[in-house]
């Protein structure tokens, strides 16, 4: 087996993009060839809620994805996530920014 090198790439960010988009909704929908995943804010009494961001990717980068997610997921819990030790209750533990 030959191994694989690793390709630096580096990634451009604009002031618009920097910025980013807020989202509190996901849908995400699938074909043979591609996954495609809105992103939505829904607010409050409000029964539309608009689509601001339209990603689409190969089944291959959708897979990358989830295991990028889960990996900064279980990063995110080691630093910021207690769990009591009398009950499986989860709780958010703020650390204050010199301290992280």
Do not use: C, W
Not at 16 to 37: D, K, P, R
Not at 48 to 55: L, M, Q, V
């Amino acid at each position: 087996m030959s191994e694989e090198k690793t390709k630096q790439i580096s990634l451009e960010l604009d002031a618009e993009t920097a910025n980013g988009t807020y989202s509190n909704l996901v849908v995400i929908n699938h074909s043979s060839s591609e996954f495609i995943v809105d992103f939505a804010n829904v607010m409050p009494g409000v029964e539309r809620a608009k689509i601001r961001s339209r990603i689409i990717l190969t089944p291959e980068h959708a897979k990358r994805m989830l295991h990028a997610l889960q990996e900064n997921i279980s990063k995110y819990e080691e630093k910021f996530v207690k769990k009591t030790s009398d009950t499986n209750e989860q709780q958010i533990r703020f650390i204050p920014k010199g301290e992280a």
